[in-house]
């Protein structure tokens, strides 16, 4: 019988611990597919953070290691700096690693243009810590640690990263895309690609948002959460590019 559809050599044969529902594990294969189809997993190190992927060096086929919470880019810019052009280097964060505790590496690993990639997962809540609120959850969601529901005056705005980021000189590709279909999951992937490409390009810092589902947390089934992300987060983080100069860097 011929195989139409086959685990990627990006990822081990491993079960992964994500509730179900979660769209960790589709932003993995993407992840891990784009690097084998690069050639490049021989020559990636991956950073992981703290939170629901803490364990995605047990995922992901090619060297990887553990940086404390929020430090994944300040750790993914030592290990570039020591290693070869040739090699690839990813953070792989959520947004309660990336845009809390990790706010200040992030911003100054853009500001200087370092030569990494980073996979900012957004699912808008605390999810392995038992669901409180983040800086990405929206006005009116209710968590563990806003149970009536996010206000401006309490809690403030939601923090959008990738416009943040995009303002920055140093940041040469953003771009936000979302999981909740396969069409936005391949164009996902489009966009994971470009963003390797930058890097192996020694063109920069590049950064892609990547909307996620939270089902245990938001207290929804997983195709509720789908439609939650369609319907409650994109109209507040809208998708697209938010910073391309690769072209000018490249002197076209």
């Not at 950073?47 to 300040?74: E, I, K, W």
């Not at 505790?101 to 243009?113: C, K, L, Q, T």
């Not at 470009?194 to 810092?205: C, I, Y």
Request: hydrophobic share 35%; glycine share 10%.
């Amino acid at each position: 019988m011929k195989t139409v559809f086959k685990r990627t050599a990006g990822l081990k044969d491993n079960d992964t611990h994500y509730c179900p529902g979660c769209t960790h594990g589709i932003i993995h294969r993407l992840v891990a597919e784009t690097l084998e189809e690069l050639g490049a997993l021989e020559r990636t190190v991956g950073v992981a953070s703290v939170g629901c992927s803490v364990l995605a060096y047990d995922y992901f086929n090619c060297d990887m290691t553990q940086a404390a919470h929020g430090r994944a880019p300040a750790v993914a810019t030592g290990i570039k700096r020591v290693l070869p052009d040739d090699r690839l280097v990813f953070t792989y964060q959520g947004d309660g690693d990336l845009a809390s505790i990790g706010m200040g590496e992030i911003v100054h690993s853009a500001a200087r243009s370092e030569n990494i990639t980073v996979i900012f997962v957004n699912n808008a809540i605390y999810g392995m810590t038992g669901g409180q609120m983040a800086p990405t959850s929206l006005i009116g969601q209710k968590t563990a640690t806003s149970p009536g529901g996010r206000t401006p005056r309490a809690q403030g705005l939601p923090i959008r990263v990738s416009e943040m980021l995009a303002t920055l000189d140093g940041s040469t590709y953003i771009e936000r895309v979302s999981t909740h279909n396969v069409p936005h999951i391949i164009k996902a992937k489009k966009a994971i690609r470009k963003a390797f490409e930058t890097q192996e390009k020694q063109q920069g810092f590049s950064l892609i948002e990547v909307l996620s589902t939270c089902p245990t947390n938001w207290g929804l089934t997983p195709e509720e959460s789908l439609d939650w992300v369609r319907d409650e987060m994109i109209p507040y983080y809208p998708l697209g590019i938010y910073k391309d100069i690769r072209k000018e860097r490249e002197g076209v």
